[in-house]
């Protein structure tokens, strides 16, 4: 038996299974503080004995597994977080961890099971609490020297909205994640109409990054995954946005076969997430 961590900024997913596509049991647990999440989280797992752990979580955290970092959290990307290392919080669970970031794990969910199979670049894209991309080359993270952090570029926004993002402010995950249409539109983003003028400005910035996405990867499929997705809507007016931004600048071909939504849906975190175990 195998066991699967997605941590998120909102919930977290906990798994056990016989392999990703064949779960035994499932849960979600709200992300707190650090305490009591991991509480949480080891107290699921003291129910089975699996043999390797795959977790996907938030970052940035330490990558290297030679380092004596490993599975440190080096940011207060979320309160109270910054300092914990998630690979010695979970040696309570009796099983070799393999760590990731959230977004590399969702990756290599929808590259193996969904609709990454055979992509040479393939892009995940989370819009949630954060956003968070992670690009896949012939299916292995590129990771760099220390990891992606696309979510935290810039992009222009003439509105002068100050942003949520706790570091930055302003930056893509500041004016486009959910929490940033909460703030900018004083609702949760679910609550607000199908008309809502939000909708064309969110698919408006979620394209300028798309467009930097394809400008440095040149990818052959974007999945677009995470909570405001849950909008399908969206998924049209995101990609009127980069044929009109891009406007014909190379081909990039019909629009509906490269930004995609996820095969697996909410699955493809805990999917990758296990998918790191094997
Ligand atoms: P996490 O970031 O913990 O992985 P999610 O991907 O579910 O979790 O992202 C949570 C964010 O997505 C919240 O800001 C929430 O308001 C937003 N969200 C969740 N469901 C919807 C929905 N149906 N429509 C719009 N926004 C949503
Ligand atoms: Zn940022």
Same mark, same amino acid.
């Given at each position: 038996?195998?066991?699967?961590?997605?941590?998120?900024?909102?919930?977290?997913?906990?798994?056990?299974?016989?392999?990703?596509?064949?779960?035994?049991?499932?849960?979600?647990?709200?992300?707190?503080?650090?305490?009591?999440?991991?509480?949480?989280?080891?107290?699921?797992?003291?129910?089975?004995?699996?043999?390797?752990?795959?977790?996907?979580?938030?970052?940035?955290?330490?990558?290297?597994?030679?380092?004596?970092?490993?599975?440190?959290?080096?940011?207060?990307?979320?309160?109270?977080?910054?300092?914990?290392?998630?690979?010695?919080?979970?040696?309570?669970?009796?099983?070799?961890?393999?760590?990731?970031?959230?977004?590399?794990?969702?990756?290599?969910?929808?590259?193996?099971?969904?609709?990454?199979?055979?992509?040479?670049?393939?892009?995940?894209?989370?819009?949630?609490?954060?956003?968070?991309?992670?690009?896949?080359?012939?299916?292995?993270?590129?990771?760099?020297?220390?990891?992606?952090?696309? #979510?935290?570029?810039?992009?222009?926004? &003439?509105?002068? =909205? +100050?942003? @949520?993002?706790?570091?930055?402010?302003?930056? !893509?995950? /500041?004016?486009?994640?959910?929490?940033?249409?909460?703030?900018?539109?004083?609702?949760?983003?679910?609550?607000?109409?199908?008309?809502?003028?939000?909708?064309?400005?969110?698919?408006?910035?979620?394209?300028?990054?798309?467009?930097?996405?394809?400008?440095?990867?040149?990818?052959?499929?974007?999945?677009? #995954?995470?909570?405001?997705?849950?909008? &399908?809507?969206? =998924? +049209?007016? @995101?990609?009127?946005?980069?044929?009109?931004? !891009?406007? /014909?600048?190379?081909?990039?071909?019909?629009?509906?076969?490269?930004?995609?939504?996820?095969?697996?849906?909410?699955?493809?975190?805990?999917?990758?997430?296990?998918?790191?175990?094997?």
């Amino acid at each position: 038996m195998i066991g699967g961590i997605e941590l998120g900024g909102t919930k977290c997913i906990v798994a056990v299974a016989n392999n990703p596509l064949d779960i035994l049991e499932k849960k979600i647990i709200p992300t707190r503080g650090p305490t009591s999440t991991i509480l949480d989280i080891v107290s699921f797992f003291s129910n089975y004995q699996i043999s390797k752990l795959g977790v996907g979580s938030f970052g940035p955290l330490v990558l290297n597994s030679d380092s004596a970092e490993y599975g440190c959290l080096v940011a207060e990307s979320k309160g109270g977080w910054k300092g914990i290392n998630l690979v010695k919080e979970l040696s309570k669970i009796d099983a070799h961890i393999i760590i990731d970031t959230d977004v590399n794990a969702a990756a290599l969910g929808e590259y193996k099971y969904g609709v990454g199979k055979s992509a040479e670049t393939f892009v995940y894209v989370t819009v949630g609490t954060g956003i968070g991309v992670g690009v896949l080359i012939e299916g292995k993270p590129h990771v760099g020297d220390f990891h992606l952090e696309i #979510g935290h570029m810039f992009i222009p926004d &003439k509105d002068n =909205f +100050e942003g @949520v993002c706790r570091i930055h402010g302003n930056c !893509w995950e /500041g004016l486009a994640s959910g929490p940033a249409m909460q703030s900018r539109w004083g609702m949760e983003a679910r609550a607000l109409s199908l008309e809502h003028e939000a909708w064309e400005k969110e698919a408006q910035l979620l394209a300028f990054g798309i467009i930097n996405i394809i400008s440095n990867h040149s990818p052959d499929k974007i999945v677009l #995954g995470g909570g405001v997705m849950n909008q &399908k809507h969206l =998924f +049209e007016k @995101v990609r009127l946005n980069v044929k009109k931004i !891009w406007n /014909g600048y190379t081909p990039l071909g019909p629009l509906s076969d490269l930004i995609l939504e996820p095969a697996l849906g909410s699955d493809s975190g805990i999917v990758g997430s296990l998918s790191l175990a094997l």
